[in-house]
């Protein structure tokens, strides 16, 4: 649905009217198109003494075609960086994050439009001390500040990198660095946890196809957030089995056809759609690599007025049928090693939402989903993750009340909504084979929504 607002905030009346009304000013922001440089300016490396990332980090970006400084441009020098990247793992001491003061300060305001912060830690339950733990726990802080003083578009993340997972960043960095991410702020990454210590990682034969040859089955997929991840999972080179009720058959097949993947009619709530899932994936694709549960209802009432069946129908479609799909799967011979299973959270799960006791406790049950079932996939080689999206222009967030919707939309620090392909963007990073170490992760999709955690 099209943002009127920010469209006259980016008019030449709107332009001149907007800053001296102190109004929000959304940026147009900049999206993947395939052959699309990384970033659109050099990145500056810079790092704590005593860091275990840069070695790694120099030799990523420079594969991936960055121009890399070292060294801040002199005071004045017009230059304006794509992105600011830290190793911040040789901090081990709240004193030492003087170091981040030391690097941004005098450069946070060369980040171009759209530009990009990444800070890159120790998992703080992984350190050695006290001291460092504290201090390590400290970046989130700074991270999450600095996404809200940026301006144009620009975003800023935390990745924390268990020791021995050094080698294991290429695909997050590819995607937190990339216009992938363009609605992705403010997020914690772990790297190297919940089971995935040590994984194999293997980069993709080709970044742009990381997908190729892997079977993916994506539910909810005739619409939506839903039918953007079967887009984006056909882009990367996947055969997408897209999932959707019969009554939404025809729009089904539309997208279906569109990626050149699969349509298959089931009700996920169906007693047999499990083994319908497994039957199917088994005699027509002989395997299955990722899944995406991304099907959902909302029933929106207040407690007191929502009856049993709005409160039962949400908890089935949204968490009851995923775990018996998982049940299922892992039971059989069909999932694949090295499978990605992604849910579909929300924030309405992290932070609650009036109206949506019965969504919001689905979601946050989807959170729980990860927790319980990343460690067990991971002895597979496998990776389940999910996003939680914030506010995402669908025909979802069309039908609220424009009074709710207007706020809504700029309550983020990026001041709009996302789109579905940003969501489904970050569900492509989780998928793709290079994200073997990134395990039981929630990233909000959000452009860091001022509600919530
Ligand atoms: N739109 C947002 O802003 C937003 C925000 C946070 C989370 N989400 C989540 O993202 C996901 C997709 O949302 P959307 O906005 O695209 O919603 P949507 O309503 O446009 O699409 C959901 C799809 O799921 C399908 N579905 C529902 N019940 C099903 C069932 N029993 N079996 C199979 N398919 C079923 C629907 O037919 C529909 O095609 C949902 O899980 C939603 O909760 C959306």
């Not at 500056?44 to 120099?58: D, F």
Request: proline letters at 5%.
């Amino acid at each position: 649905m099209a943002d009127r607002y920010q469209q006259f905030t980016n008019s030449s009346v709107g332009k001149f009217l907007v800053p001296k009304l102190g109004l929000p000013s959304p940026t147009p922001l900049r999206r993947y198109e395939p052959g699309q440089p990384l970033l659109d300016g050099p990145a500056l490396l810079g790092a704590a003494p005593g860091g275990r990332l840069e070695k790694t980090l120099t030799e990523q970006l420079r594969a991936a075609g960055v121009e890399l400084h070292s060294s801040a441009a002199a005071d004045g020098a017009d230059v304006s960086y794509g992105a600011l990247v830290f190793d911040a793992t040789g901090i081990t001491d709240p004193q030492q994050l003087r170091e981040l003061h030391a690097f941004f300060q005098p450069t946070i305001k060369q980040i171009g439009t759209c530009g990009r912060v990444i800070v890159l830690g120790t998992p703080p339950e992984l350190a050695g001390t006290t001291r460092e733990r504290v201090a390590q726990r400290g970046l989130e802080g700074f991270t999450r500040s600095v996404g809200k003083e940026l301006k144009r578009g620009a975003t800023s993340q935390l990745v924390y990198v268990a020791p021995g997972n050094e080698g294991a960043t290429e695909s997050t960095l590819r995607f937190l660095l990339s216009a992938k991410s363009a609605f992705v702020s403010g997020q914690v990454v772990r790297i190297g946890t919940a089971g995935s210590d040590g994984a194999a990682v293997s980069a993709p034969a080709e970044w742009a196809k990381p997908l190729d040859g892997k079977v993916a089955l994506v539910t909810g997929a005739s619409r939506g957030i839903g039918a953007a991840i079967a887009d984006v999972l056909a882009r990367d080179g996947a055969h997408v089995i897209a999932v959707d009720i019969p009554a939404q058959g025809a729009d089904l097949s539309s997208v279906a056809n569109a990626v050149g993947g699969s349509a298959l009619q089931l009700d996920v709530t169906a007693d047999d759609a499990p083994r319908t899932i497994v039957d199917y994936c088994a005699e027509r694709h002989d395997g299955l690599d990722i899944v995406v549960h991304n099907a959902g209802i909302t029933r929106d009432k207040k407690l007191a007025n929502m009856d049993a069946s709005r409160w039962d129908s949400v908890i089935s479609v949204n968490i009851d049928s995923q775990l018996k799909i998982n049940d299922a799967l892992l039971e059989s011979t069909v999932l694949r090693d090295n499978a990605r299973f992604v849910g579909v959270s929300s924030i309405a799960g992290i932070a609650g939402n009036l109206g949506q006791t019965n969504y919001g406790t689905s979601k946050a049950a989807v959170i729980g989903m990860v927790d319980a079932t990343a460690p067990l996939v991971a002895e597979r080689g496998g990776t389940f993750n999910a996003v939680a999206p914030g506010f995402i222009e669908t025909q979802m967030t069309q039908a609220m009340p424009a009074t709710i919707r207007e706020p809504a939309r700029r309550l983020s620090s990026l001041s709009q909504g996302g789109l579905p392909v940003d969501v489904a963007e970050t569900i492509a990073w989780y998928a793709n084979p290079a994200s073997a170490a990134v395990n039981g992760n929630v990233v909000r999709v959000c452009g860091q929504a001022m509600i919530g955690a």
